[in-house]
Nanobody, 121 residues
Framework: VQLQASGGGLVQAGGSLGLSCEAS????????LGWYRQAPGKEREFVAA???????????SVKGRFTISRDDARDDTKSTAYLQMNSLTPEDTAVYFC????????????WGQGTLVTVSS
């Protein structure tokens, strides 16, 4: 499974930004696609995930501001997860990583490269 993240950039506080994570390869094994982030000097933290049945899980600090969605190709060649981020604050500044979790797995085992989101005050 390969994960390709895109969409980071610089935005002012209060603004919006969207991230995409395209999964390809053996995506039939993938149950969940999600996002983690790592701010400077901090540990990586979970942001949001969406499961193959459509259920979502969003961390409390971004609830009501971030929305995760997913688009699965009919031929199972790729799945794309989107993270729409609204009302951004400087505290959202981080490198955002997309991740995939296999069916039956308890953790995310597939990782894409990070994409930097910078929110200026």
């Amino acid at each position: 499974v390969q994960l390709q993240a895109s969409g980071g950039g610089l935005v002012q506080a209060g603004g919006s930004l969207g991230l995409s994570c395209e999964a390809s390869g053996s995506i039939g094994n993938i149950n969940a696609l999600g996002w983690y982030r790592q701010a400077p000097g901090k540990e990586r933290e979970f942001v949001a995930a969406i499961f193959s049945g459509g259920r979502t899980n969003v961390t409390d600090s971004v609830k009501g501001r971030f929305t995760i969605s997913r688009d699965d190709a009919r031929d199972d060649t790729k799945s794309t997860a989107y993270l729409q981020m609204n009302s951004l604050t400087p505290e959202d500044t981080a490198v955002y990583f997309c991740a995939g979790r296999s069916f039956g797995a308890s953790t995310f085992g597939y990782w894409g490269q990070g994409t930097l989101v910078t929110v200026s005050s």
